[in-house]
């Protein structure tokens, strides 16, 4: 059974930076499997922003953050993270990882099964 526990919220100010990391726990583990960052704001639809594909470190961004956030994972560390730069007041939401366990198709409309609690990111 696998675990993922967000950290790196808090308030920034427009314009700034922030870097949001997801460390996955659990004696599960994969050699094939997409990682992705989402975002929720209260209301609306969960959005997915990008996705990250091991092995390979394949990248999708959505045109939203593309440019302006990097999404990278340390397969050693299990550790999934997204840079966040240039950051829009737009960007205040929840933040969730997710993982699931694939051998083609990882984007950021793919269909996760695992998910962590989330990280608030608030934009002043």
């Known amino acids: 059974h696998v675990q993922l526990v967000e950290s790196g919220g808090g308030s920034v100010q427009a314009g700034g930076s922030l870097t949001l990391s997801c460390v996955a726990s659990?004696?599960?583990?994969?050699?094939?499997?997409?990682m992705g960052w989402f975002r929720q704001i209260p209301g609306k639809e969960r959005e997915g922003l990008a996705t990250i594909y091991t092995p390979g470190a394949y990248t999708q961004y959505v045109d939203s953050v593309k440019g302006r956030f990097t999404i990278s994972h340390d397969v050693a560390k299990r550790t999934l993270s997204l840079q966040m730069s240039n950051i829009e007041s737009e960007d205040t939401a929840t933040y969730y990882c997710?993982?699931?366990?694939?051998?083609?198709?990882?984007?950021?409309?793919?269909?996760?099964?695992?998910w962590g609690q989330g990280t608030q990111v608030t934009v002043s």
């Open positions: 659990g004696s599960t583990w994969y050699t094939r499997y997409c």
């Open positions: 997710a993982l699931d366990v694939l051998e083609r198709g990882c984007s950021p409309t793919t269909v996760f099964h695992i």
